[in-house]
Structures are given as structure tokens and as C-alpha cells.
């Protein structure tokens, strides 16, 4: 089994910053991709960021240039640096990762963490 912890939501301000974590546990033999989505109450789940295992990057339209997505192989961690928030930024932030699991890493799975709420008032 693998969970995935997030955290660091709250309530930011416009033009503001905030830090979410996200680390992984149990039955790893590696990560290879890891990424953040948001979900608004009424949308659907949406990508946020997403980064390869050796570094490479993408991200929504909607949030470059303002938020920074990295990660630490050696802590089974990804990160995503929000800055110059916006409300429309609001909405239930998801962790997932594309975990290869132990023995061998023969096979993998996508998982995702509980959710973390991030409020951006104006």
C-alpha cells in the first residue's frame, strides 16, 4: 500500500503565497510522475502541475508563471509554491503520484491523497 500526505492548504490572500506538500509512503520502489489538481466546488477535477522524475515540467495556462511545482526524490516529496494568488485559485488541492511498487517495481499504480482546502479571499 502507498498514501499520500498532503499538506500546507489554509487561506491565503490575493496576491499572496502559499506552500502545499505532498509526501509518499509505504510499498515504493519508485516514483516516476507526480502532480497537483484542484477541484472547485461545482467543476470538475482539473491539472494543476505536474513533473517528470527527472525534473521536466507542465503546467495549466491558468497558473504559470505564479506557481512552482518541484519535488525531492530522496523524501518521496513533491511541492507546489503558489504565489501571486488569485480567488479563483480556490479549490480542494489533490496529490497524485505514479508509484511503482515494491518487490521489484514490476508494477505501478496511481494514487492519489485525501485533499487539502486552499481559500484565497480578495
Known amino acids: 500500500q502507498v498514501q499520500l500526505v498532503e499538506s500546507g492548504g489554509g487561506l491565503g490572500e490575493a496576491g499572496g503565497s502559499l506552500r502545499l506538500s505532498c509526501v509518499a509512503s509505504g510499498s515504493i520502489f519508485s516514483i516516476n510522475d507526480m502532480g497537483w489538481y484542484r477541484q472547485a466546488p461545482g467543476n470538475q477535477r482539473e491539472l494543476v502541475a505536474i513533473?517528470?522524475?527527472?525534473?521536466?515540467?507542465t503546467y495549466a495556462d491558468s497558473v504559470k508563471g505564479r506557481f512552482i511545482i518541484s519535488r525531492d526524490n530522496a523524501k518521496n516529496a513533491v511541492y507546489l509554491q503558489m504565489n501571486s494568488l488569485k480567488p479563483e485559485d480556490t479549490a480542494v488541492y489533490y496529490c497524485?503520484?505514479?508509484?511503482?511498487?515494491?518487490?521489484?517495481?514490476?508494477?505501478?499504480?496511481?494514487?492519489w491523497g485525501q485533499g487539502t482546502q486552499v481559500t484565497v479571499s480578495s
Open positions: 497524485k503520484a505514479h508509484v511503482k511498487v515494491l518487490p521489484r517495481g514490476t508494477y505501478s499504480f496511481l494514487y
Open positions: 513533473i517528470t522524475s527527472s525534473g521536466s515540467t
